[in-house]
């Protein structure tokens, strides 16, 4: 046996040892996130907060967290995949958005891909912002087709057109 199966060899002994308890899922748990390569998460992706790029935009920061959310909207397949869920905080002026694989996921079901976008007022100027974004990928197993980094400031920029445009969107 090679050394680098050793690790996964120790956690499949200690999930049959632990039995139901909750160690075990625990264990379960880490043996998976290990053998599939998972690696991204949402606290990963909070912990790049200001490590920037960033992008100004015209807009309030209160105004952008909205902004944000709908664009991110924009992602979800309407019932079919990609399934998109959109997590706002207007506290912590950010949104979370997360790609799963399955329709009614919540979000402490394992993702496919994510993204956040945190809002940054501009000192002196409460009707300007800027936006940082970061995405991540699960890991090299879990797909996903949301494309994240490349699609949202596409779809911010069409979210604030429309809306200084007045185009009435329908209610989904």
């Known amino acids: 046996m090679s050394s680098r199966w050793i690790p996964v060899a120790i956690l499949a002994l200690l999930c049959v040892a632990c039995g139901d308890t909750g160690t075990a899922a625990q264990v379960r748990e880490l043996a998976e996130n290990v053998v599939t390569l998972q690696t991204g998460t949402t606290s990963e992706l909070r912990d790049q907060r200001g490590t920037g790029p960033c992008r100004g935009y015209d807009v309030g920061p209160d105004e952008m967290v909205e902004v944000l959310e709908d664009a991110m909207k924009r992602a979800d397949g309407k019932g079919e995949p990609p399934y998109v869920k959109t997590f706002a905080s207007k506290r912590y002026r950010e949104v979370v958005a997360k790609e799963f694989e399955k329709r009614r996921a919540t979000y402490k079901d394992t993702f496919l891909t994510a993204a956040i976008a945190i809002v940054h007022p501009v000192a002196g100027d409460p009707s300007r912002c ?30 604030l057109a429309e809306r200084a445009a007045g185009t009435i969107k329908p209610i989904p």
Do not use: C, N, Q, Y
């Open 130 to 159: 800027r936006v940082e974004m970061h995405d991540t990928r699960r890991g090299p197993f879990h797909g996903g087709s949301v494309k994240w980094g490349r699609d949202l400031p596409g779809w911010i920029d069409a979210e």
